[in-house]
């Protein structure tokens, strides 16, 4: 049960299905850009083009753990995109990601 399309919700035999790997997978994402921390790196990131933890820390006035935690949310729930350069990474918004999480949830809503 856990690998089925949620489109197909009944089967041939009227078995409800529903993919909750990806349910979950979904909800994770929806709940990482749906904190005000992150929508602030967000905007700040959009604003600056690109940034390091470093300047992100200092701009919003944070401790660097909490700025790294909250990067890794971001970067696995893919809202960020990383660029390596030497020791640094810089951090951008992943305008893609947004765009899809955008269409999903105007389709959800519907």
Request: no cysteine.
């Amino acid at each position: 049960m856990d690998n089925v399309v949620i489109e197909n919700s009944v089967s041939e035999n009227n078995e409800l299905k529903i993919d909750v790997i990806q349910l979950k997978k979904a909800a994770l994402i929806l709940r990482a850009i749906n904190h005000k921390l992150r929508q602030q790196i967000m905007k700040l990131l959009h604003q600056n083009e690109k940034m390091t933890v470093t300047e992100i820390y200092v701009k919003l006035r944070l401790e660097q753990s909490v700025a790294s935690q909250h990067l890794a949310i971001l970067r696995k729930a893919g809202f960020v995109n990383t660029v390596r350069d030497g020791k640094f990474i810089h951090y951008s918004v992943s305008y893609e990601r947004l765009d899809q999480v955008h269409h999903f949830v105007y389709e959800l809503l519907k």
